[in-house]
């Protein structure tokens, strides 16, 4: 059992991106770590600092529930740039076998929000 994320275009054709639940976890920590914060100190992820307090336009992704709702089009189209921008970044070292996994992750999900921009529809969380 994991979690999908995927276009609300009723096409079955689209792209998705799928995690374990401790997958996607994990994949929301690293982003949060490359905006410069801990998740785990967020209200909401054990700690209480507030959302406001941060300024990332991951913030949507970052702090949503795990299995349910859906972002806005205009919420995919904000995370975009920053997404293409972490996806752009090089490691010194391309050997490290979390950042491969972490790029692969930011790639696929930048494939599902750019549909989801271009069609004017939800990412579904499912």
């Not at 979690?3 to 690293?30: C, E, H, I, N």
């Not at 992820?45 to 806005?72: C, K």
Request: proline share 7%; charged share 25%.
């Amino acid at each position: 059992m994991g979690l999908m994320l995927f276009p609300g275009d009723d096409d079955v054709a689209s792209p998705d991106v799928s995690w374990s639940y401790t997958g996607f976890s994990m994949f929301r920590k690293w982003l949060a770590q490359a905006e410069g914060f801990s998740l785990a100190e967020m209200d909401g992820f054990g700690g209480d600092r507030p959302w406001s307090s941060v300024s990332t336009t991951l913030a949507p992704l970052l702090n949503h529930p795990d299995d349910e709702g859906d972002l806005t089009p205009a919420q995919c189209a904000a995370m975009l740039p920053r997404l293409e921008t972490i996806l752009n970044q090089r490691q010194p070292d391309n050997s490290d076998p979390v950042f491969r996994r972490r790029s692969e992750d930011v790639s696929e999900l930048v494939t599902v929000l750019r549909i989801c921009v271009d069609k004017d529809v939800e990412l579904i969380f499912g």
